[in-house]
């Protein structure tokens, strides 16, 4: 089963700060990782795909990078609605795995 | 509009059984890979099984496999989950959501249906 770490658990910012979510897996998934964002009560959603590339609809601050083992996402500058929480997810092998979330929170 | 619709959680005392049911509306199910992810409350996202267009493949999480069945009927452009001999710790809210296809990930999500299992 490939494990996927995320870090920091938590990441407290203000709007217009940049956010780096780190998500490292435990063996290569190849490019074959996405990010999505949930909100309280709400289901996730897809933001990012392929380890890069932004779903339909995902405002250009949102960036994707990496790929093998180490990944990143990346927001430039927040925005009042990107506080939520960030998950990663391999689909390189079954099982399928998620990681254990980022938490955004304002400062 | 694309959506996915599930119903059927409810609760259940252990041992019991539940079947969850998605439907799909505004696109295909046959053309996709189809699958339920659970969140346990106040947890994380795990994924729970998935299964090929066609039927002829499935997969899941070892904590599920020989108590849960994933099936589809694409004629009623629908998904479902039979999950049997519960536990407290399949609690959780089920999310069905399908796999775009060459985008490897879930791209669209249901709004999720809630399994409590107790006594």
């Known amino acids: 089963e490939i494990v996927l770490t995320q870090s920091p658990a938590t990441l407290s910012l203000s709007p217009g700060e940049r956010a780096t979510l780190s998500c490292r897996a435990s063996q290569s998934v190849s490019s074959h990782l996405a990010w999505y964002q949930q909100k309280p009560g709400q289901a996730p959603r897809l933001f990012i795909y392929g380890a890069s590339n932004r779903a339909t609809g995902i405002p250009a601050r949102f960036s994707g990078s990496g790929s093998g083992t180490d990944f990143t996402l990346t927001i430039s500058s927040l925005e009042p609605e990107d506080f939520a929480v960030y998950y990663c997810h391999q689909r390189s092998s079954w099982p399928l795995t998620f990681g254990g979330g980022t938490k955004v929170e304002i400062k | 509009e694309v959506q996915l619709v599930e119903s059927g959680g409810g609760l259940v005392q252990p041992g019991g059984s539940l079947r969850l049911s998605c439907e799909g509306s505004?696109?295909?199910?046959?053309?996709?890979?189809m699958g339920w992810v659970r969140q346990a409350p106040g947890k994380g996202l795990e994924w729970v099984a998935d299964?090929?267009?066609?039927?002829?493949?499935?997969q899941y999480v070892d904590s599920v496999k020989g108590r849960s069945t994933i099936s589809r009927d694409n004629a009623k452009n629908s998904l479902y989950l039979q999950m049997n001999s519960l536990r407290d710790e399949d609690t959780a809210v089920y999310y069905c959501a399908r796999d775009g296809s060459s985008l490897r990930a879930f791209d669209i999500w249901g709004q999720g249906t809630m399994v409590t299992v107790s006594s």
């Open positions: 299964i090929k267009q066609d039927g002829s493949e499935k």
């Open positions: 505004g696109f295909t199910i046959s053309n996709y890979w």
